[in-house]
Nanobody, 120 residues
Framework: QVQLVESGGGSVQAGGSLRLSCAAS????????MGWYRQAPGKQRELVAA???????NYADSVKGRFTISRDNAKKSVYLQMNSLKPEDTAVYYC??????????????WGQGTQVTVSS
């Protein structure tokens, strides 16, 4: 069974930095897209950043220039470096993998979520 385990969340002051990590355990044949989503109280979950297997990256407009997504295929991991954090970045952050679990079996996996709190 594949599971995604997140770490790196916490509380920081505005302008600070955090680095989120997410690693998959269990057997997975390949991972196409790795991404990070976030959800603030009372709001819809939104895509923050994603990276494809080809290395193409995209970011939400609100985090461009401040966040950087990276992946390590050997470790089945994805990272999110968050700099110049703002109070509006406060949310629960979830990693997401789109992967090939078995032949002809593409699945969408989610991490358990990690809280990021940015204070003024």
């Amino acid at each position: 069974q594949v599971q995604l385990v997140e770490s790196g969340g916490g509380s920081v002051q505005a302008g600070g930095s955090l680095r989120l990590s997410c690693a998959a355990s269990g057997t997975i044949l390949s991972i196409n897209v790795m991404g990070w989503y976030r959800q603030a109280p009372g709001k819809q979950r939104e895509l923050v950043a994603a990276v494809t297997g080809e290395g193409n990256r995209n970011y939400a407009d609100s985090v461009k220039g401040r966040f950087t997504i990276s992946r390590d295929n050997a470790k089945k991991s994805v990272y999110l470096q968050m700099n110049s954090l703002k109070p509006e970045d406060t949310a629960v952050y979830y990693c997401n993998f789109q992967g090939l679990y078995r032949l002809n079996d593409v699945r969408n996996y989610w991490g358990q979520g990690t809280q990021v709190t940015v204070s003024s």
